[in-house]
């Protein structure tokens, strides 16, 4: 199916643990955003996903509107799905925040030079978490502007 | 000896003159001759003369006794002018009738001690052989020979001697005389050249001898030898014998060297054995001069330095083992640190995640069950993120400890003024209920990593600070001063608690306090993390400090011309 008769919605977020899993989505919740989140558990699920292969053969919905990408994960990491992402002429577009439990500079600069867009670091602290969680969505969902032909219906 | 009691032995006692020898010719009958013959102490002693004047003989006396004179004064001279020493001593009892003016100078004695003495009753001859064997002897074979007799002079003084003693016959008497030598000199260097000649005879070095043109002219026992050829083979050929053909320049050259005097020294070479072997050696040689300083000839040691070179070489072998272990040795710790650095980084890092999830829930769980929970309940609940939290410290600072160790330092002129204003700046908010008095000297600028070296003073400063906590004000004094060796010493001394100097070894250890969380709270891996960078810098930390009279932190740079990058 060809997304352009799709209107992009929704936030993927890439997660394999499920407790930080969790813990993002207790976040997003306290956002009122948790409906609009769908979660995949490694990148080739997220490939599946924004692809529409697989599992996800019969997705109805577009492009999402921001994708949280982790970058440790088992089988395809994070890095293999933002390269993957990037050369893909129907998501390239899409707006990629990576989301990493640790600062490592090796990965900070491959996944720049790779056109990620964002690059967080996962607080420690829950409290500082669920502020980051939130200027992040907000952010990308609210007050960017996003590329042409993604537009968040009924989101307000 | 018979002793005649007659007028003319009585005259003869009297020291000679022509006076007495003229009373003595017109005494008639047997004269006496010569005027050591008065000096002969022995009455009766008398010579024959040659053509006996008997009593009552027409014949004129006076020509005869002055050709008698005249030869007696000849044979005095010699007497009394020899360079050797001379003895005549009588037959029967061999006692000494005269000792010629060398003798008396040889031995030390007068001769008024000698005359009259058997000669072993003097002494200097009291260890030869007895008199009466000495006499036997000379009445039987007519001479007595000691080729080397060492006398000891009246002062003690060794001289070393040739005596010979033969008798003779004077008329129908006989005398003994003795000739004595004194070889001394000729012994001494006897002993000398005996000495060098064994010198050389038992080198184990070849000492080989040549005259001007390369000609061998002797050749001791170690070049038998080193080289194979005997002396006899040897003396008379070339040396070039002994050089391979490939070298047969060097023996011009080292004969060029000797001709203008100069000498060869340890000349490195190889040399050809009479079976063809090839051998390291090293030659020496020196110009013979004669007494005008003419060259004369070579002298020439070899030295067989087969075993020296060997013994190079094998030195030369275990340094490059040596070398190669250390590389290797190196090459495993870099490994061993670089696992250890990944090791700790991989950990922290893995660690992180759990750790952010118990906060995580603990947040939720307290959102969840806000009002339901009991005072105690949220206490736990506390805990529990407390020490989560504590974890949460200790892996940062775990994490800031692998990192000091992987990037290369990247060094640059740091002034440590500013950098110690800097990071009062940053720790402002942390003192700023504190009294606190700052004594802060001016520092110099050093070579070194800003960004590690600012962690080094944040964590020195930040301790000071901590543990003047209970003082008031809290004293903290930051200087410096110049180091023995071209290092700067940098010092932060602070009035707080101190520490027990016993344990300062644990002092910089990982995660060592030496002061429980009760009293100050920490992760003790802040000075580990100072000695770390100050160690990569090249320097060293110490600290000093008294329980309860605070403390001294010291940790030295080395300046710019000693720069050491550590590891």
């Known amino acids: 199916m060809e997304s352009k008769h799709l209107t992009p919605r929704g936030i993927l977020l890439v997660e394999d643990d499920p407790q930080d899993a969790e813990l993002t989505l207790a976040a997003l919740e306290k956002f009122q955003l948790a409906p609009w989140v769908t979660i995949v558990r490694d990148g080739a699920q997220a490939l599946d996903y924004l692809q529409y292969r697989g599992q996800y053969q019969g997705r109805t919905d577009g492009n999402p509107i921001l994708i949280l990408l982790d970058l440790n994960m088992p089988k395809v990491g994070g890095l293999t799905v933002l390269k993957a992402i990037r050369i893909n002429s129907m998501l390239k577009l899409i707006p990629t925040v990576v989301f990493s439990s640790s600062r490592q500079i090796s990965n900070l600069l491959a996944c720049y030079q790779s056109g990620v867009n964002a690059f967080v670091v996962k607080p420690l602290?829950?409290?500082?978490?669920?502020?980051?969680?939130?200027?992040?969505?907000?952010?990308?969902?609210?007050?960017?502007?996003?590329?042409?032909?993604?537009?968040?219906k009924n989101m307000d | 000896m018979n002793r005649q009691n007659s007028p003319e032995g009585e005259s003869l006692s009297r020291p000679a003159n022509s006076e007495q020898f003229g009373t003595a010719a017109t005494r008639g009958g047997e004269q006496c001759l010569a005027a050591s013959q008065a000096e002969l102490a022995l009455p009766g002693m008398r010579y024959?003369?040659?053509?006996?004047?008997?009593?009552?003989?027409?014949?004129?006396?006076?020509?005869?006794?002055?050709?008698?004179?005249?030869?007696?004064?000849?044979?005095?001279?010699?007497?009394?002018?020899?360079?050797?020493?001379?003895?005549?001593?009588?037959?029967?009892?061999?006692?000494?009738?005269?000792?010629?003016?060398?003798?008396?100078?040889?031995?030390?004695?007068?001769?008024?001690?000698?005359?009259?003495?058997?000669?072993?009753?003097?002494?200097?001859?009291?260890?030869?052989?007895?008199?009466?064997?000495?006499?036997?002897?000379?009445?039987?074979?007519?001479y007595v020979r000691y080729d080397h007799l060492p006398l000891e002079?009246?002062?003690?003084?060794?001289?070393?001697?040739?005596?010979?003693?033969?008798?003779?016959?004077?008329g129908d008497r006989k005398v003994i005389q003795c000739n004595i030598r004194d070889i001394t000199t000729r012994r001494h260097a006897e002993i000398a050249s005996n000495r060098m000649a064994a010198i050389v005879e038992f080198s184990e070095d070849a000492i080989i001898g040549k005259d001007t043109n390369g000609i061998v002219t002797s050749w001791n026992p170690g070049a038998e030898r080193i080289f194979g050829y005997g002396a006899g083979e040897m003396i008379g050929l070339s040396v070039m014998t002994l050089v391979p053909s490939d070298r047969a320049a060097e023996e011009r050259e080292i004969l060029e060297t000797i001709r203008r005097g100069e000498s060869v020294k340890h000349f490195e070479t190889l040399r050809k054995t009479k079976d063809g072997r090839l051998v390291d050696v090293s030659v020496s040689a020196s110009p013979i001069k004669d007494k005008t300083?003419?060259?004369v000839g070579v002298s020439k040691i070899v030295r067989n330095i087969t075993e020296t070179?060997?013994?190079?070489?094998?030195?030369?072998?275990?340094?490059?083992?040596?070398?190669?272990?250390?590389?290797?040795?190196?090459?495993?710790?870099?490994?061993?640190?670089?696992?250890?650095?990944?090791?700790?980084?991989?950990?922290?890092?893995?660690?992180?995640?759990?750790?952010?999830?118990?906060?995580?829930?603990?947040?939720?769980?307290?959102?969840?069950a806000n009002k339901s929970l009991s005072q105690k309940s949220i206490h736990l609940l506390a805990t529990i993120a407390q020490s989560a939290q504590r974890m949460g410290h200790l892996i940062d600072g775990l994490l800031a400890f692998a990192?000091?160790?992987?990037?290369?330092?990247?060094?640059?002129?740091?002034?440590?003024?500013?950098?110690?204003h800097e990071t009062l700046e940053d720790i402002r908010s942390s003192i700023r209920d504190r009294s606190l008095t700052w004594t802060l000297h001016p520092l110099p600028t050093v070579w070194a990593e800003r960004e590690l070296l600012r962690l080094v003073f944040v964590n020195l400063i930040s301790n000071a600070v901590k543990f003047t906590a209970t003082r008031n004000p809290g004293i903290v004094e930051i200087g410096w001063k110049m180091g023995d060796e071209a290092e700067i010493i940098l010092f932060i001394r602070d009035n707080g608690v101190g520490f027990d100097s016993r344990y300062s070894e644990k002092l910089f250890g990982v995660f060592q306090r030496l002061h429980s969380q009760d009293e100050f709270e920490g992760t003790g891996i802040g000075l580990a993390n100072v000695k770390r960078i100050v160690l990569r810098h090249g320097g060293r930390v110490w600290a000093e400090s008294k329980l309860n009279e605070g403390a001294v932190f010291y940790f030295s740079l080395p300046t710019q011309s000693g720069r050491a990058d550590g590891i």
């Open chain 2, 293 to 295: 300083g003419r060259i």
């Open chain 1, 125 to 152: 602290d829950f409290n500082e978490y669920m502020k980051v969680v939130g200027q992040l969505v907000v952010f990308w969902a609210t007050v960017n502007e996003p590329p042409p032909e993604l537009r968040l």
């Open chain 2, 153 to 170: 002079t009246k002062s003690g003084r060794t001289v070393d001697v040739e005596f010979v003693s033969n008798v003779y016959e004077v």
């Open chain 2, 309 to 368: 070179k060997l013994n190079e070489k094998k030195i030369h072998q275990l340094n490059v083992d040596l070398e190669q272990r250390v590389a290797d040795r190196t090459e495993q710790l870099q490994a061993a640190n670089l696992e250890l650095e990944a090791f700790s980084y991989s950990v922290s890092h893995d660690l992180r995640a759990p750790l952010r999830h118990i906060l995580g829930f603990i947040e939720l769980l307290k959102n969840e």
């Open chain 2, 403 to 420: 990192r000091i160790g992987k990037a290369a330092l990247k060094k640059t002129d740091v002034n440590l003024d500013r950098l110690v």
């Open chain 2, 48 to 142: 024959e003369l040659p053509t006996p004047v008997r009593k009552g003989d027409p014949q004129p006396i006076e020509p005869q006794i002055q050709a008698l004179r005249d030869s007696e004064l000849n044979y005095r001279r010699l007497f009394e002018a020899a360079r050797d020493g001379i003895f005549i001593l009588d037959l029967q009892q061999g006692r000494i009738c005269d000792v010629n003016p060398f003798l008396v100078e040889l031995l030390e004695f007068t001769s008024a001690e000698m005359i009259g003495k058997t000669i072993g009753e003097l002494s200097p001859f009291k260890d030869i052989e007895s008199n009466q064997v000495m006499l036997e002897k000379l009445q039987t074979k007519g």
